[in-house]
Nanobody, 130 residues
Framework: HVQLVESGGGSVQAGGSLRLSCAAS????????MGWFRQAPGEEREWVAS????????FYADSVKGRFTISEDNTKNTLYLQMNSLTPEDTAMYYC????????????????????????WGQGTQVTVS
């Protein structure tokens, strides 16, 4: 399995921004399905955004569309989540997830919204908005 390590979480005031990073130990191919999920205390894990590293489309949950941007730097094997206009409702533990060697045709909504789509997970990074 590929190891994923998130960073960039922290505390921010409402209206502020954060950028999360997810470093992969290695990419076994250029065709990977990567995503971000979040989980607030007492809540189920919620899908946030996904993308295919082979240049496929990006997908967002309605709750973050227009505020969050998922992107990647394939030279660094790193996935990002730029979060703008944060609100207290965005407070959660954020997790990076990935499945390696998956064609773009399998990295689409609604499949990417399910945690079962992903084989590797990071340990999470906390985001707190007040």
């Amino acid at each position: 399995h590929v190891q994923l390590v998130e960073s960039g979480g922290g505390s921010v005031q409402a209206g502020g921004s954060l950028r999360l990073s997810c470093a992969a130990s290695r990419y076994t191919s250029r065709n990977n399905c990567m995503g971000w999920f979040r989980q607030a205390p007492g809540e189920e894990r919620e899908w946030v955004a996904s993308m295919h590293t082979g240049g496929g489309s990006t997908f967002y949950a309605d709750s973050v569309k227009g505020r969050f941007t998922i992107s990647e730097d394939n030279t660094k094997n790193t996935l990002y989540l730029q979060m703008n206009s944060l609100t207290p409702e965005d407070t959660a533990m954020y997790y990076c997830a990935g499945t390696m060697n998956l064609p773009a045709t399998s990295c689409i909504v609604p499949r990417v919204t399910s945690p079962s789509r992903y084989g590797s997970w990071g340990q999470g990074t906390q985001v707190t908005v007040s």
